[in-house]
């Protein structure tokens, strides 16, 4: 995409400027400079001011990229929270400073929250909460939160989306997604982060997020996963009053697991180990038993409940994980474990889809140094945070590429390890792991799941042939059937064919230099040297030179 793609969008031109400023503010300049927004806004008829702040250069470059979002707003801090969370991409001093975002946003005014709470629900707020308090309880970039009581006397809170938001985060997603363009275009040493799908991904994120009746129905469906557990509690909906713009919950007591940890204050005895025990049973069954899962437990979604339960809020963002993808990740750790080489090395390749361009005998090796780092340590001793660390270190130096459901999973499981060593020190993931993946690899082994598995593809193979069939040839009567073909040492093989022409072709001319020079010496007259006709003499001098290249040619190309 060129720039004139980027100043097609009039409307973000505005927007487009404020961005470029930023950066240059921060000392961002060359970025700016080479994905061409420099001239294109001058063009425009916007100057831009290049003078960086005086302390720029105290900064390393992800302390200014860090300071740039926060002062780009809610868009740019949750690209970057989620370039934070893509160990696979981003390198660690990068994830470190990307960890330390923060949302800095003031509240809305009352009055324009209670406008759209009116529109929503038909009537002024207090008639339906008369105890509704206008002082927001916490305040996010894409909704804050305010406490009720109901009629019945039960407190809840009211997450309400920010007015107005939509129309900016959709703004900052064009720019975004011509920034990702360019980026990729013009920046060679960005395209193994794939900016363009990473946009893509963290759009449909965002936009989920916006939709709080969407956060509603993933409530409602961890809910009803972690019923049967009894250590975990999620907040109730109150679908009556739910909206896209509105989510009503039941109002947990207790503190925030951050809040605790800030505090320092002690637990009561065995509470800390209970309540890791439950969280990592409760988050490992949704991962590995539902596929099903909540996606951001850090420290401020995880609640401590006065009841010695663990509460878990903010489930806006999920994590879907299929049943092969299940298998693939615990055959991973398996095969660390049991120094399977070649195991790891099928599981990584599984989750890239360039497999052709990687160096397979460099990840090979990698995974052996990492097999023999955990090789005889007893299976309690190995931390699986430790593990997942160094699998994610082989990711970034062999250029792989985790799918997002991977990356969230690996994320979940770290921040998981994490939590539960802050509430027990002697926390031991591994242990909480080990029978959900013993589950799957009998699973995995049993031939009755084997036959149900392939009677089930199958049967999806059967199910969608006459659709795929009926598209071939719909595209084959419209012209637009094409046939992709990758064959291997074919531009090996082209570049051979061409040396063997020119060869042929060498040899052709050496031969008619040959016979013109032995025709020339039977000609009277003309030039003579050294006593013979000069033309003969410089045919015969050229064709030994000729033949002298072609058989040192050939003799190279033997030993090729």
Same mark, same amino acid.
């Given at each position: ?82 370039? *934070? ?57 894409? *909704? ?15 997450? =309400? ?177 049991? %120094? ?9 390749? *599984? ?136 064959? %291997? ?64 040619? =050939? ?6």
């Amino acid at each position: 995409m060129s720039v004139l793609d980027v100043l097609s969008a009039a409307r973000d031109l505005g927007r487009l400027h404020d961005i470029a400023s930023v950066l240059v503010r921060h000392g961002l300049g060359d970025l700016v400079r080479s994905l061409g927004l420099a001239g294109a806004l001058q063009r425009a008829g916007r100057a831009l001011r290049w003078e960086a702040a005086q302390d720029v250069g105290k900064l390393t470059t992800a302390e200014r990229v860090r300071a740039a979002f926060e002062e780009l707003g809610p868009t740019f801090v949750k690209f970057g929270q989620l370039l *934070a969370t893509r160990a696979d991409l981003v390198p660690e001093e990068w994830l470190r400073e990307l960890a330390k975002l923060q949302e800095s946003v003031p509240p809305v005014s009352w009055e324009a929250v209670r406008a759209q709470l009116a529109e929503d629900l038909g009537a002024a707020p207090e008639e339906v909460w008369p105890d509704l308090d206008p002082t927001p309880l916490a305040a996010g970039s894409v *909704a804050q939160v305010h406490t009720a009581t109901l009629a019945s006397g039960e407190p809840v809170v009211l997450k =309400i989306r920010r007015p107005g938001v939509r129309e900016t985060v959709e703004a900052d997603l064009r720019l975004l997604a011509r920034l990702a363009d360019l980026a990729e275009t013009e920046l060679p040493d960005l395209r193994r982060y794939r900016p363009r799908r990473l946009v893509r991904a963290f759009g449909r994120t965002l936009r989920d997020e916006l939709d709080l009746a969407n956060e509603a129905r993933h409530t409602e469906q961890l809910a009803a996963g972690l019923e049967p557990l009894g250590g975990v509690v999620v907040p109730r909906v109150h679908g009556a009053w739910t909206r896209e713009r509105l989510l009503v919950l039941e109002r947990l007591p207790g503190r925030s697991v951050a809040r605790w940890l800030a505090e320092g204050a002690p637990l009561a005895a065995g509470a800390g180990p209970a309540l890791a025990r439950a969280g990592a049973d409760a988050l490992l069954r949704m991962v590995f038993i539902q596929g099903f899962f909540h996606a951001d437990p850090h420290p401020g979604n995880l609640f401590l409940l006065p009841d010695g339960r663990l509460g878990l809020l903010d489930c806006g963002m999920v994590g879907r994980l299929s049943e092969a993808r299940r298998s693939e990740f615990v055959a991973l750790l398996v095969g660390a474990l049991r %120094r399977d080489e070649r195991a790891v090395v099928d599981a990584l390749l *599984a989750w890239t889809e360039d497999e052709d361009q990687i160096d397979q005998e460099q990840l090979a090796s990698d995974a052996r140094a990492l097999i023999d780092r955990y090789h005889g340590a007893a299976l309690e001793r190995v931390r699986m945070g430790e593990v997942l660390e160094e699998v994610l270190e082989v990711v970034r130096s062999n250029g792989l590429y985790l799918p997002p459901d991977v990356a969230s999973l690996l994320r979940v499981l770290l921040l998981l390890d994490g939590v539960g060593r802050a509430l027990d020190p002697s926390f031991d993931l591994t242990a909480h792991v080990r029978p959900f993946a013993e589950r799957l690899v009998r699973d995995r082994a049993s031939w009755r799941r084997a036959l149900a598995r392939q009677a089930r593809e199958l049967g999806a193979l059967v199910s969608d042939a006459p659709r795929d069939v009926r598209e071939i040839l719909s595209k084959a009567r419209r012209g637009r059937f094409k046939l992709d073909l990758d064959l %291997r040492r074919l531009d090996d093989f082209a570049l051979r064919l061409d040396r063997s022409a020119n060869r042929v072709t060498m040899g052709l001319v050496t031969s008619a230099l040959i016979v013109g020079t032995s025709i020339a010496l039977t000609v009277d007259g003309g030039p003579r040297l050294l006593g013979l006709p000069a033309f003969a003499l410089l045919g015969f001098t050229s064709s030994a030179l000729f033949g002298v290249a072609l058989l040192v040619a =050939i003799w190279r190309s033997g030993r090729r």
